[in-house]
């Protein structure tokens, strides 16, 4: 059976990630969008079973619209991806969960106005 990883996707208008795992948000929480869009960030918290420590896991984070789509600027989806590693820290049980988190800053997008 895979393991499990909780993730929150928060939209925000600026965000900055701390190495210790910490994500400072401004104007997070919003959903609806209007055109152009302004700067804007994702913030990414998530919850790692602790037997991934230490292993390369792969990231995609796309933009979808609210009928399920991929959004295109042009022709090209807006997608990042990635790879993150957790460490387990120091002194901490083998069991449990794990945090790690990111934070990704958007420029303005020719997006269509809507949610």
Do not use: Y
């Not at 152009?36 to 918290?45: F, G, I, K």
């Not at 079973?49 to 990231?59: F, T, Y």
């Amino acid at each position: 059976m895979p393991s499990r990883i909780a993730i929150q996707v928060i939209l925000c208008d600026h965000a900055v990630a701390e190495a210790n795992g910490k994500v400072h948000m401004l104007g997070a929480g919003w959903s609806v969008t209007h055109t152009p869009t302004s700067p804007q960030a994702v913030a990414v918290l998530m919850k790692l079973p602790s037997d991934l420590a230490n292993q390369r896991i792969a990231l995609r984070l796309t933009l979808i619209d609210e009928d399920g789509h991929q959004v295109l600027v042009g022709d090209q989806p807006v997608e990042v991806t990635s790879e993150l590693t957790v460490d387990r820290p120091a002194g901490l049980p083998t069991a449990g969960d794990l945090d790690a988190s990111f934070a990704l800053n958007v420029q303005p997008l020719p997006l269509r106005p809507g949610r």
